[in-house]
């Protein structure tokens, strides 16, 4: 499985951003596509995930309410709609595939999102 994700950028708190993050490969329906974030001097941290096949979701505390995932089947794209987005939000961000929890088993090359007036 091979994950390409883009829609990072720059934007201002408050502001809104959409992540994809395309898979190429097979994606069993059994899978969970994730998105984790990394910023300078912080850990790795899990964002959201989504289950492919039911489309289950869940997600980190610091982001309920402000992000959304979903996924788009046929195009075997993940989406990450990122709203009311904060300077704490800025980091790498990486989509993930998995076929257990965590979702951690193949990784995109990452996309930046900066969140800066």
């Known amino acids: 499985v091979q994950l390409q994700a883009s829609g990072g950028g720059l934007v201002q708190p408050g502001g809104s951003l959409r992540l994809s993050c395309t898979a190429s490969?097979?994606?069993?329906?059994?899978?969970?596509m994730g998105w984790f974030r990394q910023a300078p001097g912080k850990d790795r941290e899990f964002v959201s995930a989504?289950?492919?096949?039911?489309?289950?979701?869940t997600y980190a505390d610091s982001v309920k309410g402000r992000f959304t995932i979903s996924r788009d089947r046929a195009e075997n794209t993940a989406y990450l709609q990122m709203n009311s987005l904060k300077p704490e939000d800025a980091a790498v961000y990486y989509c993930?595939?998995?076929?257990?929890?965590?979702?951690?088993?193949?990784w995109g090359q990452g996309t930046q999102v900066t969140v800066s007036s």
């Open positions: 993930t595939f998995g076929s257990t929890w965590p979702p951690n088993r193949y």
């Open positions: 490969g097979r994606i069993l329906s059994s899978g969970i």
């Open positions: 989504i289950r492919w096949g039911y489309g289950t979701t």
